[in-house]
């Protein structure tokens, strides 16, 4: 059995989420391995745009280096602003992104093998540091790349609107008050976290249905 399999099983415990497991399946989270700077620098890129764009302004600046691979670090310092701008990066995310690439020639940034062997809670204080980088955004990068189990984002929008329509209540959950009903979900909270963005994307389909 799966690592992902026993952790539905927890969750189909509680008798909210046994539902919503059923009707969505099996989880499918895979996490995609990438070198954190470079996860790092694909969320600054996300950061209130839609999806699409920001595809769009990181194909542009992987489109200034020559090769297959991610723009490296000394290349992003060596860039002047007005290309990164020339992206479609606002000025802020200019900063942020040349931050990252001197937090990582810096070694702040760890490595994929570096950060396997660190605790989420040290990942997370270390990367904060960052300019344009807050803990959200570090968790992200627990679950989706380097595939962290035990991480509730409690701040994140679709979480806590996928546990508000769980719970057919008015208004979302504050975050202390999710954390603390998520520690019943340990050691599987990505899992949970996931299942309900599956939940808040339920939820927006039946928006659309109903207009």
């Given at each position: 059995?799966?690592d992902?399999q ?5 969750l ?7 539902p ?8 499918t ?17 996300h950061?209130q745009?839609?999806?699409r ?22 290349f992003v310092l ?13 000025g802020?995310?200019v900063?942020a992104?040349?931050?990252?690439a ?8 760890p ?38 189990a ?11 609107e996928?546990?508000?329509l769980?719970?057919?209540l008015?208004a979302?959950?504050?975050p202390?008050?999710l ?8 050691p ?10 599956r ?13």
């Amino acid at each position: 059995m799966s690592d992902w399999q026993i952790a539905e099983r927890k969750l189909s415990r509680d008798k909210l989420f046994r539902p919503l497991v059923k009707r969505i399946g099996p989880c499918t989270l895979v996490p995609l391995e990438r070198e954190p700077y470079e996860a790092l620098i694909r969320a600054i890129a996300h950061q209130q745009v839609h999806g699409r764009a920001a595809e769009a302004m990181l194909n542009r600046f992987r489109a200034l280096y020559e090769g297959e691979e991610f723009p490296s670090a000394e290349f992003v310092l060596a860039l002047p602003p007005e290309a990164l701008r020339g992206c479609g990066f606002s000025g802020s995310k200019v900063l942020a992104i040349q931050d990252i690439a001197a937090k990582t020639k810096a070694g702040l940034v760890p490595s994929l093998e570096e950060a396997a062997g660190l605790k989420d809670a040290a990942l997370i204080e270390r990367l904060v540091a960052i300019r344009g980088v807050g803990r959200w955004t570090v968790e992200m990068l627990l679950i989706f790349t380097l595939g962290r189990a035990d991480i509730l984002p409690v701040d994140d929008f679709g979480v806590r609107e996928g546990w508000r329509l769980l719970n057919g209540l008015e208004a979302q959950p504050k975050p202390k008050e999710l954390a603390s009903i998520g520690e019943a979900w340990a050691p599987w909270r990505s899992i949970a976290a996931w299942y309900l963005w599956r939940a808040a994307d339920e939820g927006k389909k039946v928006k659309v249905s109903a207009v």
